[in-house]
Each structure stands twice: as C-alpha cells, then as structure tokens.
C-alpha cells in the first residue's frame, strides 16, 4: 500500500515506466534504450524537444536528457535490434529494448531464445545478460489480432528468460527498476489497457524484487489469482462475490517467471479453492501452470475442481462486438466462482 505524500503523485503506467527508465539512466550511465522511435526524430534539426517516444511516449523524455548515444533509434527489424541489444548486453553495458508490440517479439525470437536466454547456461554462468524488453500486450483497444496478444506464456516457457506482467502504477515502476539492473534477460509486458491507469507512485527510485505476489485482497472462501489487466477485473468480481457472502481472495503474481507458487499455494490451503483468471488462449498458459502446480502440491487442500478463465483459442478478433467478449470478464469470473459452490 503506497500513502500519497508530496514525495508520491498520481502517475499513470506510462509514465511510471519512463520515470523508472529515467532514474535507472541517471543511476547508472551503461543503462541505454534503443528500440523503433524512442527518439522518434528528435535531433535531426532544431526540435530537439520533439521525441516520440516510442508508440505510447513512454521514453518521450530520454533523448533531450541523455542524446543519441544512449537513446537510439533502430530500424524497423526486431532482428536486427534486439541481436543488437544481446550483444551490447554481454559486452556489459544494460539495453533497455522498446520492441513496441509482443506480437512483434517472434521477429527476434531466435535473439531471445537461442542467444540471450541460453548464453549464460552456455558459458557456465561467465556470460550476464542484462537486457530487458519491454513490449505492449493486450486486447481491448481495436489494434487487431497481431497487435494484440499477451504471449507472456511462450516465454515463460523459457529457461534463463524473466517474465514481468505489472497490473499498477506503482508496481510497474519497481518491477522495472529491479529488471534493468538484473544480470538475466527480461521480458516486460505492459499492458494496453492499463497504460492511462493512474496510482500513487513514489517520486524517488525504488525496486520490487521479482518473484514475488501481491496479495491485493484478503478473503477465506476462494482465491482468484489474475493476470496483468485481469487483476481489477477480480477485484471488482470480488466485490460483487462479497455482497453475495463469498470471500474472495486475490492474488497478483506480478511476475510469471519466477512465478511466487509459495503465496498462491498458501492461499488455496487457506481457500480450499481456487479460480485463474489469465487473458491468453488456455492451452498451455500460465492459468494451466498454476492449476497444475496447485494440483500438485495442494491438491488435499481443494474442496473441488480448479477453474480457468481465459480468452477463447482464437486470435484477438479486430470487430469491436467480439472483441468486447474476447477476454474474461467480471461476470465470467463471478460465474466460475459460483460453479465451484
């Protein structure tokens, strides 16, 4: 819980993740961000001031701050930039890659998870990686099936790979101070949606270690661990299980690898049940691994089956009447609350 004082303004996630850049460029001068248009044609005249920013203007003010050296416009090749980013990160310097969309990460697919992901493994643990990328996810806003997806599950899936899904403000500031100055490659994604979310955010610099949940609602009855967006979603569907008598738990894992299975575990021996809210198409998502490592190691402890609520198997549909429906809803997750009674 963060208690506003001058030191703590209201920021939106946007601007909470350019702050967080900001204070990890000034704290430490191999901290570089590169990526398609962060600078976005500042310096190339007199607007010096005119940047960008990269799609959403998170790295707006970067370049006025620290120039091209350390701000630095790509090419449009994912390929090409990120491969940049993994060499740069194992020569010691700290890329922070705006890579603009997930859908966009299968273009550097084989940087990530042939070279950056496997290289410190490869050269028994000589070779750091401290790269983050960052890339936006999520349905909600019209942008069509391949600007659209979470694909946070893919690379989850990969050892030597960090995965970082903020649901505040607050979090994605810390969260994405601590992955900058970790030594393993990251993957950050921001959602959509969330971007003009406004929360408290400390002005200072500070860092939310990785691995560990938020537990952003106590209850005894049931816990419903959510995802990114999905995590307002819960809390208003717990909202509404309250008026009704049911009390509901709700976790916030905040990161997916390393993945906080001693809260969720806790919880679901306290709950006796547990319902898994995850926008991701559900064969082989994050929802399927917590209901199997639930299974696993708390099974005794369940008074019935474990629910998943996620998008269809389908891509993002671009017609705003499907897309409307394409992600859990409050209702949906109320609903598969109500099966478990």
């Known amino acids: 819980m963060v208690t506003t004082t001058a030191a703590t303004r209201s920021l939106s996630l946007v601007d909470a993740v350019g702050e967080a850049m900001r204070q990890a460029m ?51 090749s994912e390929a090409g930039f990120v491969g940049a980013a993994v060499g740069a990160a194992a020569a010691g310097l700290r890329p922070v890659v705006d890579a603009m969309w997930a859908d966009f990460t299968g273009l550097a697919f084989d940087q990530i998870y042939n070279q950056a992901s496997k290289m410190s493994f490869m050269f028994g643990g000589q070779a750091r990686l401290p790269l983050t990328i960052r890339v936006a996810m999520g349905s909600g806003i019209g942008a069509g099936a391949q600007h659209s997806g979470t694909l946070y599950a893919i690379y989850t899936h990969l050892p030597g790979v960090k995965v970082v899904v903020p649901s505040t403000p607050y979090d994605a500031k810390g969260l994405l101070l601590e992955s900058i100055f970790d030594d393993a490659p990251v993957l950050f994604f921001e959602h959509l949606k969330l971007y003009v979310a406004r929360g408290p955010v400390p002005a200072d610099a500070y860092r939310i270690p990785l691995g560990v949940a938020e537990v952003r609602r106590v209850g005894g009855d049931v816990t419903i661990v959510a995802i990114a967006a999905m995590v307002d979603r819960a809390l208003e569907a717990a909202e509404q299980l309250a008026a009704d008598g049911t009390s509901a738990e709700v976790i916030d894992p905040r990161t997916l690898s390393p993945l906080d299975v001693a809260t969720i575990v806790a919880s679901v021996e306290k709950t006796g049940a547990l319902v898994v809210v995850d926008e991701s198409p559900p064969q082989c998502s994050v929802a399927s691994e917590i209901a199997a490592v639930v299974s696993e190691q708390a099974f005794d402890s369940l008074n019935g089956p474990v629910r998943r609520v996620t998008a269809p198997h389908a891509p993002v549909p671009f017609t705003p009447s499907l897309e409307a429906v394409y992600a859990p809803t409050v209702q949906s997750i109320v609903d598969a609350v109500g099966s478990l009674a």
Do not use: H, Q, W
């Open 26 to 76: 000034e704290a430490d001068p191999n901290v570089i961000v590169m990526g398609e248009d962060v600078a976005g044609g500042a310096g190339r005249g007199e607007e010096k001031e005119n940047a960008m920013g990269g799609s959403f203007g998170a790295t707006k003010s970067l370049y006025p701050l620290f120039g091209p050296n350390r701000v630095r416009d790509t090419p449009i």
